[in-house]
């Protein structure tokens, strides 16, 4: 599959998703965890930031598979009737084994979802225990 289809399902599957920033950290958390979300990421000052999930998103808006609305600075991302009819169209499963987790993962906010980001990156990095406690506060020290 492809991955903008991937984070297609992904906005499919929880109806909406309230913020760039929340839907970068749930897709970061994902792929950590092992779930299929091959996008690249880089550590960046609000954590974990893939560019190449920006330009999905970019590319899913312009087919007019998402909606992303505005309300001052605050974005939400929503699947369109075209999203739903072409995911139908393909096959794929409206519920995959990862739909629990992101249903999970889309209940808590951005910042919660940016500790645990942060907190999965550093442990891939080798930090452990107190050293990790340590690294987190010294990065998000809020």
Request: with cysteine.
């Amino acid at each position: 599959m492809h991955p903008a289809l991937r984070v297609a399902q992904l906005v499919s599957i929880l109806d909406h998703v309230d913020g760039r920033k929340k839907l970068q950290k749930m897709v970061h958390i994902l792929k950590d965890l092992g779930r299929p979300f091959p996008e690249s990421f880089r550590y960046s000052y609000y954590g974990m930031y893939s560019q190449q999930l920006r330009t999905e998103l970019d590319v899913l808006e312009d087919d007019d598979l998402i909606s992303e609305t505005s309300a001052g600075t605050s974005f939400t991302f929503a699947g369109t009737g075209k999203l739903k009819a072409l995911l139908e169209e393909l096959g794929c499963d409206p519920e995959p084994e990862w739909a629990g987790l992101a249903k999970d993962l889309n209940r808590h906010t951005a910042q919660q979802l940016e500790c645990i980001s942060t907190i999965l990156f550093l442990h891939r990095l080798g930090f452990r225990d107190e050293q990790l406690k340590e690294r987190l506060i010294a990065l998000k020290p809020h």
